[in-house]
């Protein structure tokens, strides 16, 4: 292998790693903001539930942002394929539980604090806040239809 070969297969595979450096970096960034902003929701509900004050309702996308989403459905995906678990195997879980997680997408989502809690309603990622009785944000289409 010549020196300029050698010197370009090195230069691309820096490449290559700055760029998986740079994907995981920027989806711990995006996982980290979800993080904060749930942290500080809780907070507020705290806050509010203290005065005994009624909670606003968030609007879609406020939590689950659109780059969040999309870390959120490759993290599940990964999640399933990882457990050989299928759209109606998750599905099925949720009509025999309620609105329950199965376990392998539950830990593959973000930590939360104790008032909020992830639910599915369908193929649909629900973040809900427990003592509100109230649906925070959603995310449709969180379960693939099918796996590639």
Known sequence: MS?????VAIALLMTIAATGSAQ??????VVLAFQRATDTYA?????LERRREPIAEARQGE???????VVLRARIERALRAHAQTAV????AELATG???????L???PSLPSELEYRMAGRDLV????????????LPGAVPDQLP
């Open 89 to 92: 195997d998750v599905h099925g």
């Open 127 to 138: 973040l809900f806040d427990r003592h509100a009785s109230l649906i925070v944000d959603s």
């Open 63 to 69: 939590f689950f942002t659109p780059a969040l989403q």
């Open 24 to 29: 995981v970096a920027s989806e711990n960034s």
């Open 43 to 47: 907070f507020l509900h705290r806050r």
């Open 99 to 105: 609105f329950a997680l199965r376990p392998c997408i």
């Open 3 to 7: 020196s300029i070969t050698r010197v």
């Open 107 to 109: 830990a593959a989502l």
